[in-house]
């Protein structure tokens, strides 16, 4: 019997046909203004993605990268609310559908799911891509202008990721509201940059505005400790990088990382979240471990050593990872 194929392989193996028939330069023009306009500072009123060209070399070239983020996001929040799977799902400027597919491979099953987003060309792909996962077909995929105008039907799960960053100020709030008004949790993803993490943290308070708890990065709902302008909060994915990615991103390696913001909130099941967490890479040093967390109470970032001397914590703290909730279950963090 043939083993079951996850859906990071299924995304891989959607992925690999895409730029068969698409000249080499062509697709190297689409990406390298789908660069610029991703590091780009000025939101914008049209459709980042134009025609299929566009539409192939954004999913060749950001697909990979927006799944393992999300999916990154998406599991930690899942850790806070263990018992709860989304019986529906909305994803917000969800292009060629990403986030769909992490929602999945966090979630598995069928589930209806609803991709928005105002660029025809990215939801034909995103459809096409879709075919190749079972739990998947049954997706609709629906233009939708993505700012002030947007209204998103009632669901238990609503993702918007890499999209507040291409729109104003005032598409973005109401962006943020749509989804809070609608969906018993929300995600949101954006770059991890310091702008990114601007726009995440400018979200997340008007989620908890609105009555929301934060379940995931942060410990707690309060302000965030981080002084805007002196640090960011971010994480990192690796993203494995087959053959057509290292073509299109013009690379050698067989991987890279990804940064992110994030912020998991919501208002339906009860989450828990983590006594801490790990929001900088773990500091192994000979015989301890520095570990820089975000702390529950009170709201603050707070350097821990974990030493030989602390038996199981320290092999724990060895194998902590970047974006970890800290201590592990059933240990105490040492004061």
Known sequence: MNAPVSPADSLRAALAGLLDGLPPKAASQAVERLIANYRGRTPTDAPVLRDRSDVVAYAAYRMPATFEAVCSALEAFAE?????????????????????????????????????????????????????????KGAEWRRSRIGAALTVESTDL?????????????????????????????????????????????????????????????????????????????????????????????????????????????????AAPAPSRVVRRPQIRKGQVLLDLCETEPSLLRRTTVTKRHGPLYRAARDADWGDAWPPAGERDPE
Do not use: M
Request: a negative charge; proline letters at 7%; glycine letters at 10%.
């Open 158 to 270: 609503v993702t918007v990721s890499y999209v507040l960053g291409e729109l104003t100020e005032t598409d973005r709030a109401a962006v943020v509201d749509a989804a809070g008004g609608a969906a018993r949790s929300v995600v949101i993803v954006e770059p991890g940059t310091p702008g990114g993490h601007a726009r995440v943290i400018e979200a997340r308070d008007r989620l908890v505005r609105a009555g929301f708890r934060i379940a995931a990065p942060c410990p707690h709902s309060a302000a965030c400790p981080i002084v805007p302008g002196e640090d960011w909060c971010h994480f990192s994915a690796r993203v494995s990088r087959s053959s057509l990615h290292r073509q299109v991103k013009g690379g050698s390696l067989a991987y890279e990382d990804e940064k992110f913001s994030y912020v998991a909130a919501v208002r339906g099941p009860e």
């Open 80 to 136: 806070t609310v263990p018992a709860w799977v989304p019986d529906s799902h909305v994803d917000i400027g969800g292009g060629t559908g990403a986030a769909t597919w992490a929602v999945n491979a966090v979630w598995a099953g069928e589930r209806p799911v609803t991709v928005l987003d105002w660029a025809e060309p990215a939801l034909a792909l995103g459809r096409e891509i879709a075919a190749r996962n079972p739990e998947l």
